[in-house]
């Protein structure tokens, strides 16, 4: 069985900080690593791929990779009410197009 | 790009009728779709994935001939809850890849924006 595993939280920052979410995956031969946004009665929306060691940025959002240590992180910084939703990571085992959920991380931005 | 689209985004049913739902990529080809199902508050569970032109792949404990999925075509599949009942009322939610991908190198997967069942 392959694992995702994301603490649930949820993760409370102020509004302008930087949100730390993290996720921790089992299959060593992992070749994608996505993160998705849930709001609430929502579909997942795609906001970062990677598949390399090290760091990813997009606008105010920074994915991070580890494949010795295995964990895969997002970074948003400057964060607003807005980003306030479940994060998803979703990871793509050795050998498969399948990618396997992380059960998400809550994420509450208050002002 | 990459747009996927779900109809419809909301239906109410009695009990033992069948309900389809669609899911449609407008703007790539999709290989490959997959059905989740999502409980409030809870996490998503894969229940099927379907390739064009052949028969869906069930997930351990979903009934195939409950939840019927035909992928005729490379932008269409659809969802057939057959005999519905209230505990099958839930979210559901489509994604389509492309493998190998056309849109990104990373197989990755595009949502559509899910449709909510309310089996009476």
């Known amino acids: 069985q392959k694992e995702v595993e994301q603490n649930s939280g949820p993760l409370s920052v102020p509004e302008g900080a930087i949100a730390s979410l993290n996720c921790t995956y089992s299959d060593r031969v992992s070749q994608s690593f996505f993160w998705y946004r849930q709001y609430s009665g929502k579909s997942p929306e795609l906001i970062m791929s990677?598949?390399?060691?090290g760091d990813k940025e997009d606008g105010r959002f920074t994915a991070q990779l580890n494949k010795a240590s295995q964990y895969v992180s997002l970074l948003i910084r400057d964060s607003q009410p807005s980003d306030s939703a479940t994060y998803l990571c979703?990871?793509?085992?050795?050998?498969?197009?399948?990618?396997?959920f992380g059960r998400g991380t809550s994420l509450i931005v208050h002002p | 790009g990459a747009v996927v689209s779900q109809h419809p985004s909301r239906v109410i049913c009695k009990s033992g009728t069948s309900v389809k739902i669609e899911c449609r990529s407008l703007?790539?080809?999709?290989?490959?779709m997959f059905w989740y199902r999502q409980f409030p508050k809870k996490s998503l569970m894969l229940m099927a994935t379907s390739n064009e032109g052949s028969k869906a792949t069930y997930e351990q404990g979903v009934e195939k001939d409950k939840f019927l999925i035909n992928h005729a075509s490379l932008t269409l599949s659809t969802l057939t809850v057959t005999s519905a009942h209230p505990e099958d009322s839930s979210f559901y939610i489509c994604?389509?890849?492309?493998?190998?991908?056309?849109?990104?190198?990373?197989?990755?997967?595009?949502f559509g924006p899910g449709t909510r069942l309310t089996v009476l």
């Open positions: 990677i598949y390399s060691n």
């Open positions: 994604s389509a890849t492309y493998y190998p991908s056309s849109v990104s190198s990373y197989n990755e997967q595009f």
């Open positions: 703007d790539f080809q999709a290989t490959t």
């Open positions: 979703a990871v793509t085992p050795g050998g498969s197009y399948i990618p396997t």
